[in-house]
């Protein structure tokens, strides 16, 4: 349980440093006189839409937090991470949630093997050919989690009635 304290603590310093740095680039810039528009991935959607893709991109970096940090998995991550694609999934009528769950307790499973192996080769077994097989689980534990959640976002993004259609012209 305090692992989940320790990333909501780092999560919110992230999200200050992120504020502090953002409201002073952008300080200067005036959308009114710029002649460029911005247009972004949040134009056109609801509020559901933009809570299920923020609980999609919270699961993400809570479970690259896990795995860098070799945190071993306990009962509370597990529901953290099903209700947050749970929370996803319901907000924009995800028919194929079960596949998103099932998703995620394989990515559960792949970061108790990091777990393991990290434990293993801290422990046990010092070798370079361990610590190998270790970059390698967490190399495709990555790229599997940022395939998840591309894959989230693209629901998400086709759920969209107004982006289905190619957007409203405005000019």
Known sequence: MDNIFYFAFA???????????????????NPEESKVKLYGILQGMSNKEIISIS??????????????SFIDLDIYIAIIIISLTLLSGLLIK????????????ISLGGL??????????????????MLLLLVFVMIF????????????????????????KGGNSEN
């Open 55 to 68: 609980a999609s991109i919270v699961s993400y970096i809570f479970m690259i937090y896990l795995m860098t």
């Open 141 to 164: 534990m990555f790229l599997y989690l940022s395939y998840t959640l591309l894959k989230n976002l693209k629901t998400v993004i086709l759920a969209n009635k107004y982006i289905r």
């Open 11 to 29: 999560g919110i310093i992230v999200v200050i440093s992120l504020y502090i740095i953002l409201k002073i680039l952008i300080k200067k810039f």
């Open 112 to 129: 108790k093997i990091i777990y393991l192996i990290h434990d293993y080769i801290v422990n046990e077994y010092k070798d370079v050919w």
């Open 94 to 105: 995800n028919k194929k949630i079960i596949i998103d769950i099932i998703l995620n307790i």
